[in-house]
């Protein structure tokens, strides 16, 4: 018998299927609520930035670091997440892996000049009204949507 073929690069299966991001927001000069979208890498999509759970880090604290990695913004990130989403991850393997996705509000108090995805992705700052139509998921739309700083 012979040995069993592995990958040489193969992808491990994630756990928690569990993704943390941020909804980035601030008030515009006529008091209306933005937020921020940025594209993702692959697809070129309108997202939120979101990733895979960072060690040593609550939820919130890592939704907000990868608001900075993939956005270059930093700001006061709700300890309250402001609901769920799910999607279908394409990995690197080309298989498909549903994630759940909790977000949480983020208060931009700043945009850096660089970050560490700067180039990788375009942003773009929208009214709520505006931002929820131009993301693909159901239930990101409905979060935006729906979305009311306290």
């Known amino acids: 018998m012979g040995k069993k073929q592995v990958p040489l690069r193969a992808e491990p299966d994630r756990e928690p299927r569990e993704q943390y991001a941020a909804l980035p927001w601030r008030r515009a000069a006529d008091g209306a609520v933005e937020v921020l979208l940025i594209t993702s890498r692959e697809t070129r999509r309108w997202v939120i930035p979101k990733g895979w759970p960072i060690k040593g880090l609550k939820s919130p604290k890592s939704a907000a670091r990868e608001a ?28 498909m892996q549903h994630v759940k996705v909790t977000v949480f509000p983020l208060r931009v108090e700043a945009e850096a000049d660089a970050w560490p995805e700067q180039g990788q992705r375009e942003k773009l700052w929208t009214r709520v009204e505006d931002a929820a139509p131009r993301v693909d998921e159901p239930e990101l739309q409905a979060l935006i949507a729906a979305f009311r700083p306290e």
Do not use: C, M, Q
Request: cysteine-free.
């Open 68 to 95: 900075y990695e993939e956005a270059g913004v930093t700001g006061d990130v709700a300890k309250k997440k402001l609901g769920v989403y799910h999607y279908d991850k394409r990995l690197a393997s080309g298989r």
